[in-house]
């Protein structure tokens, strides 16, 4: 119930494609959900996050869809670029359990020229 | 926003010894969390590390392999203790900020073990 499972495992668009990445969890009692980038070499870096009150939100060329029914949530990347080649990994957390955030499998994303 | 740094960045060590790694923050904040990354894999949580108690660990790890020290708000250590080949992987440690719901990460410590 803790686990939240992630799909694709990887993902090859063309420069300016919409990679869709997934995300699944079954503890209803998650409520904050943030999607980290990790380049090779790097610690994770917070791309964008949501909470259950909204079903979307943008910033830049990330977009988070929410799905609370379904228990689902996945990142758009709009445009995607060369640059945006990297892990992409969804998590979750509960408010006032230490905020440790639980992590997906991740999914490698190449961008083509 | 806040910025982690991590000591050393890697290192290569011989079975049955131990490596501490030094985490430190150039803020304030209240969680630290330490965990476990295998090249081209997820996160695993090692332990939860709050200032002034003892660690919380999760299930897999005990306190006698992974000891962590957290003796201010912006400096924690985890130690590698009787290190084994299987021990060999990224560590990570993190934080969030009081009253942030951000959690920042270190660049990490890539540890060989042989």
Request: aromatic share 10%.
């Amino acid at each position: 119930q803790q686990q939240v499972k992630q799909s694709p495992q990887s993902l090859i668009v063309q420069k300016g494609g919409i990679p869709i990445i997934n995300c699944a969890y079954e503890n209803t009692a998650f409520d904050y959900f943030p999607w980290y980038q990790q380049f090779p070499g790097k610690g994770p870096a917070l791309l964008i996050a949501i909470r259950p009150d909204v079903s979307e939100k943008k910033e830049g060329r990330f977009t988070i869809s929410f799905n609370k029914s379904a228990k689902q949530f996945s990142l758009h990347i709009m445009d995607s670029q060369p640059g945006d080649s990297a892990t992409y990994f969804c998590a979750a957390s509960m408010t006032g359990n230490t905020g440790k955030l639980i992590f997906g499998q991740g999914t490698t994303l190449q961008v083509k020229p | 926003s806040a910025v982690i740094s991590q000591k050393p960045s890697r290192d290569i060590c011989q079975r049955g010894t131990s490596l501490t790694i030094q985490c430190q923050v150039d803020s304030q904040v209240t969680m630290m969390f330490w965990y476990r990354q295998q090249p081209g894999q997820s996160l695993t949580l090692i332990a939860t590390a709050n200032q002034g108690s003892e660690a919380t660990y999760e299930s897999g790890f005990v306190i006698d392999k992974f000891p962590i020290s957290r003796p201010n708000l912006t400096f924690s250590t985890l130690t590698v203790s009787n290190m084994s080949p299987e021990d060999s992987s990224i560590y990570l440690c993190s934080g969030n900020l009081a009253g942030g719901e951000t959690q920042y990460f270190g660049p990490g410590t890539r540890l060989l073990v042989l």
